[in-house]
C-alpha cells in the first residue's frame, strides 16, 4: 500500500500541472512510515520513477535509439534518490525513539538530495511546492514547507497534512499565473531538432523575421530558446547585429561556444550596439551535454558545468535569474539565484526531443512554483 500511495503521489504531484505539486508533500510520511529499509527503498524508488518517466522515451529519442538506454538512464537517475533516502531511513515505532528523529532525518535528505553532487540529479523534491502552498511569503514560505514537510515525517502527520491540505484548498481557488514583467517577451519556437543545427543565412533570417514580428508587438527585450542561435561565431553576431541595427530591441538568445576541452551552453545577449555572453550554463544535462568521465581519460568534448558561476545576470537594467532547461528542474539552481535578490526570472528550453512527454510540462510548472512563491515576473522561450 505504502509503495503504490508513494507511486500515485510521484505520478499526480509530476504530472505537469502547478497545482497538483502539493501532492507531493505525501512523500516524507509515507518514507516515514516504511517498515524496513528495503520498503523505504520501494517507497523511494516508486515515488521516484513515476515522478520521472517520460526520461525514457525522451532519452530514447534524444539518442534516437530504442527504450533499452532510457530505461537504464532512467534507474541509474533514481539511485542517488533512493540511496539518500534510505542511508538517512530510521524506524520511527521503536519504542524510546525521539519522536522528531525521522522529521530531521527527512530534513537531511532533502538538503544533500537539494545540493551537489547528489542535487545534479535531485528532480521531484517535494519542496518545489512551496509556492503553491505559500505564494509570495518567499524564503518564509520556503522554511514553513520545509518544516511541513519535516512533520509529516514525524508523528504530528496528521495535523501537518490538515495545515498543508488547507494552504493547497486556499491557493489553488485563488491561483493566478505569475505575471509578465513589462517590455519582455518569450518566443516560442517549433522547429524540432532543427533548432540550432541549421547555421544557414535563411535559417537565421527566418529567426530574424520571427524577432521583428514579436518586437512589434511593444517588446524591448525578446527571449529565444535554448540553442537558438546554434554555434555563436563572428559572423552570426555581426548578422544579428546588422539585423538590429534599426531597432532598440535586445535579443537574449541560446547558443553554444566552442572551446577546450569541449563546448559551453550559454545565453548571449545582442542590440544593434554590443553583444555579449550574458550566461554561462551551471548545470547542464548529465549524460547527454555535461560529460566529466570524457574530460578525466583526456578525450575531451561535452558541456561545460559552471555549478556556481554568475547566478545572477544584469540584463535590460534589472537582476536576471536565468535558468537553462534542465537547471528548472533542480532546487540550488533557482535558491542560489534567489539569494542575489533578482528582479526577473529567464527560462530557456530546447524541448524537441520530450514530444509525448510531460517533461517540459514539468519544467514550466517548477519554474512557475518558484515565481510565485518569490513573487516574482518570468519570461520562457521554448523549442519543441
Not at 530505461?71 to 515505532?93: E, P, Y
Not at 511541513?148 to 499565473?177: D, E, H
Not at 526570472?345 to 510565485?372: D, E
Request: a positive charge; proline letters at 6%; charged letters at 10%.
Amino acid at each position: 500500500m505504502l509503495i503504490a500511495v508513494a507511486t500515485a503521489c510521484g505520478w499526480i504531484g509530476w504530472s505537469g500541472h502547478v497545482l497538483t505539486l502539493p501532492a507531493a508533500t505525501l512523500f516524507p510520511a509515507l518514507w516515514a512510515l516504511s517498515p524496513s529499509r528495503v520498503v523505504a527503498a520501494l517507497v523511494s524508488a516508486g515515488y521516484f520513477l513515476a515522478a520521472s518517466r517520460g526520461l525514457p522515451q525522451g532519452v530514447a529519442k534524444f539518442f534516437a535509439a530504442d527504450l533499452r538506454p532510457g530505461l537504464l538512464l532512467w534507474l541509474a537517475a533514481s539511485a542517488s534518490f533512493v540511496v539518500v533516502h534510505v542511508a538517512v531511513w530510521t524506524r520511527q515505532s521503536e519504542e524510546g525513539r525521539p519522536a522528531l528523529r525521522s522529521a530531521l532525518r527527512y530534513l537531511a535528505a532533502t538538503l544533500l538530495m537539494a545540493l551537489p553532487p547528489f542535487g545534479i540529479t535531485g528532480w521531484a523534491q517535494p519542496i518545489t511546492a512551496a509556492g503553491v502552498l505559500f505564494p509570495g511569503w518567499g524564503w518564509w514560505g520556503l522554511a514553513a514547507t520545509a518544516v511541513g514537510l519535516a512533520m509529516m515525517a514525524s508523528r504530528g502527520r496528521l495535523a501537518a497534512a490538515i495545515v498543508l491540505g488547507g494552504c493547497w484548498v486556499w491557493s489553488a481557488a485563488s491561483w493566478t499565473p505569475p505575471f509578465l514583467a513589462p517590455g519582455w517577451a518569450g518566443v516560442d519556437l517549433e522547429h524540432g531538432q532543427n533548432l540550432g543545427r541549421d547555421g544557414s543565412l535563411a535559417y537565421h533570417r527566418d529567426l530574424m523575421a520571427t524577432v521583428r514580428r514579436a518586437s512589434g508587438e511593444g517588446a524591448r527585450i525578446l527571449i529565444l530558446p535554448e540553442s537558438a542561435l546554434g554555434f555563436w561565431t563572428p559572423t552570426v553576431e555581426r548578422l544579428w547585429r546588422e539585423a538590429l541595427h534599426d531597432s532598440d530591441a535586445t535579443v537574449i538568445a541560446g547558443a553554444a561556444i566552442l572551446g577546450r576541452p569541449g563546448y559551453e551552453n550559454v545565453l548571449v545577449t545582442i542590440s544593434s550596439e554590443r553583444s555579449e555572453i550574458l550566461y554561462r550554463q551551471r548545470v547542464p544535462v548529465p549524460v547527454s551535454m555535461w560529460q566529466p568521465w570524457r574530460a578525466w581519460s583526456g578525450q575531451g568534448g561535452g558541456a561545460r558545468a559552471s555549478f556556481f558561476a554568475n547566478p545572477v545576470v544584469k540584463a535590460g537594467g534589472v537582476k536576471v535569474a536565468p535558468l537553462i532547461c534542465y537547471e528548472q528542474l533542480l532546487v540550488w539552481p533557482i535558491l542560489q539565484s534567489m539569494l542575489r535578490s533578482p528582479d526577473i526570472i529567464v527560462a530557456t528550453g530546447n524541448g524537441w526531443w520530450t514530444a509525448g512527454t510531460s517533461i517540459v510540462a514539468l519544467q514550466q510548472a517548477s519554474i512557475a512554483a518558484w515565481a510565485k512563491l518569490f513573487d516574482l515576473p518570468v519570461v520562457i522561450a521554448f523549442n519543441t
